[in-house]
């Protein structure tokens, strides 16, 4: 009794000991594989800092693959909407009470129809205005993408994430030219939108809106892609929306090439996404067309191939490098054509080129016509800006152009806008200058010139606050006789007139009262 006794207590010190050999061994194991995943995740954190979006983008996806399947039968966007609402937040800004009673900054005029735009507010004791929008978190440490509408002037950027938590964010990058803006919060491991591949759009297909609009919670709404390379003047502030023509743009630096959708966006959805069925994010939504200020059936993306590269350049140099063709053209349609004497009705009829710009360099000529770029065909002049607006100063392309009646191509190294301006003798462009002014003009109709006494002339219908006609006090409706020295009666003769001297303006005309003036300021 004894000796089994003691065989039994032999075998329990022999448990005893396997157990504490086998607890030792999971520890390692456990703190091996702690050290493995620390060390993996230091060395992902610093092999993501210099790469691109979409490089970062491959990396995240690369060990969680994102299939989302899409319908062949009835219509389902519920993995689409699962997928990608958590990554789209609600932006809230704060301003100063005085940037509220200007109205938030030279753009606040032509943001009327755009969907984060502000209040204004005369009351001093009230409080601190506020705005908001919408915005697609890129990267899982917190880089978000918005519209620069969105943020601009905000002396608070708060970011509300679908879990309810509020971060605060500040401004990474922003560019008026396509009314983009890059802004950045704390955080890791954040949920995450992937991009798509916005080329290859096409009209007619699924898309999904996903945003904060009006007053409400994450929304999405579904339509489908009406049209793309869309320009409807709306990121120009000196430009007329009323009497904007898409066929002849006025001169401006925005690149406006829209893709065109009718899922249901309103005010707020400003900076959200525009996501096809496979959950891939195509777009920034940000603007809408409408007389009442909320959805009328058509509302406007940025591709999000262009935004890919500003937020790129915003990340590698603090800046938007834009690579220039140099040229200004006419886009061609029936009407034009018959004004030019040609028998081509699709393309872009070089009006002159930049002195040692890339197309004069590469030597194209005034009345050529470009008719592709890179092999592919060029219609629209949003068709070449939107290519041209993804890259940079250094690279290379090729156009082709029709020249008495035969098709030459020329590769073009794209200058930036610096070098634009050194080869001009660092005087700023006419384009430049016309921006500048803040002001649109349009020919006088013959009640005016009668009024007046007048032959000729041009009135003005729009006036950008804190420009220069703003800052003379030239309001909208005043008439300009002269620029330069130079008589005109269209917008095309303003802007051959600036060309005579790149360093002053000067303008004679007659403010709506009557009175007869006479300005020069610098062109700068």
Request: net charge neutral; aromatic share 6%; charged share 20%.
């Amino acid at each position: 009794m004894v000796l089994f006794l003691k065989l039994d207590l032999n075998k329990l010190y022999n448990m005893k000991d396997n157990m504490k050999k086998l607890g030792f061994t999971l520890l390692t194991a456990f703190v091996g594989g702690a050290v493995a995943i620390g060390a993996y995740k230091l060395l992902e954190d610093n092999s993501l800092s210099g790469l691109s979006l979409d490089e970062r983008q491959k990396v995240y996806f690369a060990n969680n693959p994102y299939n989302i399947e899409t319908s062949t039968g009835a219509v389902d966007f519920t993995q689409a909407a699962a997928a990608v609402s958590p990554g789209v937040v609600h932006v809230r800004t704060t301003y100063s009470r005085t940037m509220a009673r200007q109205g938030g900054g030279d753009q606040s005029d032509m943001f009327e129809d755009f969907f984060g735009r502000r209040p204004r507010q005369s009351n001093p004791n009230a409080p601190a205005p506020m705005g908001k929008g919408s915005g697609v978190i890129v990267t899982q440490d917190g880089y978000i993408m918005t519209n620069n509408h969105v943020v601009e002037n905000a002396e608070k950027i708060e970011v509300i994430l679908t879990d309810k938590r509020i971060l605060q964010a500040k401004v990474i990058g922003r560019d008026p030219n396509t009314d983009l803006a890059l802004i950045k919060i704390e955080g890791s491991n954040l949920p995450i939108v992937k991009l798509g591949n916005s080329d290859q759009v096409k009209v007619g297909e699924w898309v999904l809106a996903v945003g904060y609009p009006l007053t409400l919670e994450s929304t999405v709404t579904a339509g489908i892609v009406s049209a793309k390379s869309r320009q409807i003047g709306i990121l120009a502030p000196e430009i007329d929306r009323d009497t904007y023509d898409p066929a002849n743009p006025p001169t401006n630096s925005s690149i406006e090439s829209f893709i065109q959708t009718d899922a249901v966006i309103n005010r707020g959805n400003s900076g959200g996404a525009l996501v096809n069925v496979n959950g891939e994010l195509i777009g920034i939504n940000s603007a809408i067309a409408s007389q009442s200020g909320s959805y009328e059936g058509y509302g406007f993306a940025i591709p999000i191939n262009l935004a890919k590269k500003v937020m790129d350049d915003f990340l590698k140099y603090g800046e938007v490098k834009r690579g220039y063709v140099g040229v200004t053209f006419k886009e061609l349609n029936s009407d034009v054509a018959k004004e030019l004497n040609t028998n081509e009705i699709n393309g872009l009829y070089v009006n002159s080129t930049t002195p040692n710009g890339a197309a004069a360099a590469a030597g194209i000529k005034e009345g050529d016509i470009i008719k592709k770029l890179n092999g592919v065909d060029v219609i629209t002049s949003s068709d070449l800006q939107e290519k041209i607006g993804t890259m940079r100063p250094g690279d290379k392309v090729q156009l082709t152009v029709l020249r008495s009646g035969t098709l030459k191509s020329y590769n073009l190294t794209l200058k930036g806008d610096e070098s634009v301006k050194i080869a001009l003798g660092n005087a700023p462009t006419a384009s430049e200058v016309a921006n500048n002014l803040g002001a649109t003009f349009i020919p006088l109709n013959d009640a005016t010139k009668k009024k007046f006494g007048l032959t000729s002339g041009v009135i003005v219908s729009a006036v950008t606050p804190g420009k220069i006609f703003d800052m003379y006090d030239m309001p909208k409706g005043t008439v300009i006789t002269s620029v330069n020295g130079k008589g005109v009666n269209n917008n095309d003769q303003v802007i051959a007139a600036l060309k005579q001297d790149a360093k002053m303006v000067s303008l004679q005309g007659i403010v709506p009262d009557g009175s007869r003036f006479r300005v020069t300021f610098p062109a700068k």
